[in-house]
């Protein structure tokens, strides 16, 4: 058996996994500000984490995942100025940032189940854990780590040893990158906010130290403690929470405990769009509602977003999406086809090229992701089973359940073959299309056209995209 194996930030090198308990997981994700719609790009990051929790429930851990909601404090600058996101949009809006963050939050937990995304056990709201962040700030100001002034509470980096290590920063190189300060109240230029007291902030709490409302690296480090324990296995977030966000909060949990804190820390790569990170700042993004409208399938975004390595950037493409769409319908049309084969035998037996053939495919699948997650090369496995399975002219109804039960053990972990979520678009309609594009490929563009407007006709509409290819909707939708 492969040793499971991942690559840390903090250690900046592939460990050997070992939990904190054995048989048990606890995982801890950076989840949505809820602010916006969610658009591919963090759901890359959060689908990483359920590539990652899927595949250790597969390898006989019981897994604990906790995945935060930021309703509060996350400002528009990542450190510390400008803005609460939430508050920007809820004057922008004109609604009350409570009401943002609940149509917000529907938003993400539509698109996490159309793209089969097991659900956290616990989806912690930072604006109903006021009391605990204030706990834990109470203890970093009586250990030294904090100090109030006036009615701000900051965290003196000086004091935590290893601020910076995960970032592979110190704390000379940060200063000597710092802007300058506007905020003088700070003893050093990368000291944090805990607490804030900002009269114009809608969202407000009492505090010993008056009213206010908590910094964006707090609710981390304090839910986290309160669901998971001061010590556990995983962290996870996108490239960008690695600094200031997962250095603050090491600094937050590690001061407070005095204890280590997570054993592995995972950072997904950003998914990018026409070279550029997607993200709502750059307005160059897609949510995953969107891409549904334009008639792709679910678990084609699923598959898209998690079949290229995670410290990889993703390039995302309409044209990469096709291709999800026809891997998925390769291995979906093996079951159907080995099942259909397989009709009216009775005969139980496997033969042992067949088991053999099966093993091997499980095995590999199994010992990519221990690599690391290498999900390539897992998918190599996949179709190689896949291939060997369509060969086999006639197989036993053993063999044919044999397969099916691989095929259904991978999709534990890779999750695509459930939830195409089907735009339901007619055969006939299709069948069209095709047509459609063969006549244009053709340059009759007169059939071209005649044909478009019988799609039309028929309540569709047909999108084109690059290289000829096409996209049918409903002309509603
Ligand atoms: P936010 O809602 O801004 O707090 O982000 C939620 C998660 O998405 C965080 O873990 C971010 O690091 C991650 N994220 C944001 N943009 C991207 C991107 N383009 N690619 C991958 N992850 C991203
Ligand atoms: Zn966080």
Redesign the pocket.
Known sequence: MSEIKFYNTFSKQVEVFEPVEAGKVKLYS????VYSH??I??F???LMADLLKRFLAFKGFEVSHIMNI?DVG?LLDDADEGADKLEEAARKEKKDPLEIAAFYIDSFNAAAEMLNMQPADSFPRATEHIQEMIDMISTLVDKGHAYVVGHNVYYDVTTFKDYGKLSGNTLDDLNAGARIEVNSEKKNPQDFALWKHDPKHIQQWDSPWGRGFPGWHIECSAMSSKYLGEQFDFHT?????IFPHHECEIAQSEGASGKKWVNYWMH?????FDGE???KSKGNLYTIQELVEKGFKQNAIRYALISSHYRQNYNFTFDGLKAAETAIEKISQCVFTIKDKAKGNAETSVRDEVTAFINKAIAEFDAALCDDLNVSKALAAVFELVKDANKLADPTAGEAEAIVTAIEKIDSVLGVLKGAGEEEIPAEIVELAEQRKQAKLNKDWAAADEIRDKVTAAGFVIEDMPKHEYRIKKADA
């Open positions: 950076c989840g949505p500000t969610p658009h790009g963090n890359r990051s959060f930021t996350h977030g996108g490239e960008d929470n997904a790569r950003f998914l990018m990170k997607m993200s």
